[in-house]
């Protein structure tokens, strides 16, 4: 009797793993906000764990379509050519924006320049960084952005143009600045196991401001609706390697308010040089 009492129980059981309950996988949903947000991620061709971050970066950019723009900035610690490299990722905006930072290791991110719980604006290890992008996405946004370029391949003259709203009155100093980033750039980078990969490919990574690198002031006490617009031009430089203009975005980002006029980021555009 219990050896027929033993076959029953282990046949309900059996019977009860295959039915599984189905699992609700839930639907994404875009953020209902017109704010994009800036990561400044700092890196470097020795940062073992900074592939990992470049990921990380690279993951939320395709969630979240268009709100999310990055900028990788090689300076600092780890940020020395390798003795396979063949550029030097460094530039010297880059090296002054990392020397206004405090952190303690990286990769790390200024995610909107804003400060979080760590108290640094850089948040190193990148497990975080999509919680504090999402954090973001909450505020409200307070300023319109927009950039528009134009490119003469015969001169390789770069011509970009920034429109600043308000979309409400706001106190304090701002500044506007603008970068231009290159991506699809193949070097040596080391990875998380120690081996350099020769043939890595960087994106976003910071080649020049055309504002100074801690911006350009826009003024104080922005009143609503009043149009800010700013023009830049470069000449892009002749390399067989780099500088490739179908590489190159331009980056543009307000700071400032009533905290600093270097932070927090109120909102951030970017747009290509060719389409």
Not at 34 to 60: H, Q, W
Not at 118 to 130: D, F, L, M, N
């Amino acid at each position: 009797m219990n050896k027929i009492l033993s076959i029953i129980f282990f046949t309900l059981i059996l019977s009860g793993c295959c039915n599984e309950l189905p699992v609700e996988i839930p639907k994404f949903t875009p953020p209902e906000t017109d704010k994009v947000v800036l990561i400044e991620e700092l890196t470097g061709v020795s940062c073992i764990n900074c592939p990992d971050g470049a990921t990380v970066i690279r993951n939320m950019e395709q969630k979240y379509k268009g709100q999310v723009i990055s900028i990788a900035i090689h300076a600092g610690s780890l940020a020395e050519p390798l003795d396979s490299s063949k550029y030097d990722l460094r530039c010297e905006d880059g090296i002054n924006l990392e020397k206004n930072w405090e952190y303690y290791g990286k990769p790390a991110a200024a995610i909107d320049r804003v400060i979080f719980e760590e108290s640094y604006i850089p948040v190193t290890g990148s497990t975080s960084w999509q919680a504090y992008v999402e954090e973001e996405f909450k505020k409200e946004n307070v300023l319109s952005i927009n950039t528009t370029t134009g490119y003469d391949s015969l001169t390789r003259e770069l011509k970009v143009f920034v429109s600043v709203i308000p979309l409400m009155d706001l106190a304090g100093n701002f500044k506007l600045n603008v970068a231009l980033t290159e991506s699809h750039i193949i070097d040596a980078q080391t990875l998380s196991d120690g081996s350099v990969k020769e043939d890595y490919e960087f994106d976003n990574v910071l080649r020049d401001m055309l504002t100074p690198w801690d911006g350009q002031s826009i003024g104080s006490g922005l009143k609503k609706d009043e149009i800010i617009l700013k023009s830049f031009s470069l000449t892009l430089p002749e390399d067989e390697n780099l500088w490739k203009p179908e590489n190159i975005k331009v980056v543009a980002f307000v700071t400032g308010g009533e905290e600093s006029d270097m932070r927090p980021v109120l909102n951030a555009s970017e747009s290509k040089i060719i389409e």
